[in-house]
């Protein structure tokens, strides 16, 4: 059985299309928005689907933004003029829809790759998203059995190195009801709320919370701990550490945290 056709906005490699769609109105028919993601479409919204990415454009997107440090309303604007050369504002503009559709897509291949289907989100364990060293020891994973039990067990010793970066700064957003999150605690950075909570000594404040400025140190030669003092009203975060292997370079999942003050 067909239903009344529609026409929805497709975007494509090769530009912004205009097509007619009947959906399936059979008993067992699924849902608007499975029907197009079972013709390859990813739809932009849910209930009443609209407009729809194709998984090429998709993957093509995000590649760009890897590679080539492509952001999405140039990326965009690229698609307008492949679809229009000489008329490209007359083009649909679909430039929100590609900063949010990207994401989902990209947490979905997360989690298909990592072998979490329908039903299983909240199994993942912290950092079950992101990949570590593959030539790192890991118990139960490239170890063998017994290996804690070898007279010589300290060559599968893993190596670890901390460090941060101290001038990554990260605004604080005008309107923070927006920054709406995909996933928490899944990937490389630790679940904020986990931060904010740990334990703190009797006297001392959280070292990870915003704290009132101390006077000054003199000492020129102090200048990570006057960076400390410095005005960081506007800032979110003052920098950015993680832990890695020493061998690799690779970052250990869920052990990436945002410095709120200098190098606390």
Request: glycine share 6%.
């Amino acid at each position: 059985l067909h239903g009344q056709g529609i026409m929805i906005t497709v975007v494509d490699v090769t530009g912004v299309h205009h097509l007619d769609i009947i959906w399936c109105c059979c008993p067992v028919a699924t849902s608007h928005d499975l029907q197009l993601l079972e013709s390859g479409l990813y739809p932009a919204s849910i209930l009443d689907p609209m407009t729809a990415f194709t998984f090429r454009v998709l993957d093509n997107f995000l590649l760009a933004k890897k590679e080539c440090k492509t952001s999405a309303v140039v990326y965009y604007s690229k698609l307008r003029r492949v679809t229009k050369n000489a008329f490209p504002y007359t083009v649909l503009d679909r430039y929100h829809e590609l900063l949010r559709v990207p994401r989902q897509w990209r947490n979905l291949n997360y989690c298909k790759w990592h072998g979490y289907g329908h039903g299983t989100r909240d199994d993942v364990p912290p950092g079950g998203l992101a990949m570590f060293c593959t030539a790192c020891m890991q118990p139960g994973i490239n170890l063998p059995d017994g290996w804690d039990n070898n007279p010589v067990r300290w060559k599968y010793m893993q190596m670890v190195i901390m460090d941060g970066n101290f001038t990554a700064e990260h605004l604080k957003m005008r309107n923070p009801e927006d920054d709406v999150w995909i996933v928490d605690r899944h990937g490389f950075m630790i679940t904020p709320q986990r931060v904010f909570d740990q334990p703190r000594t009797p006297g001392l404040s959280n070292p990870l919370r915003p704290v009132s400025a101390q006077p000054p140190f003199n000492c020129h030669d102090h200048w990570a701990v006057n960076q400390m003092n410095a005005d960081r009203s506007n800032l979110e975060s003052t920098g950015i550490g993680a832990t890695a292997c020493r061998h690799h370079c690779c970052f250990f999942p869920h052990a990436v945290v945002d410095f709120q003050k200098g190098e606390r």
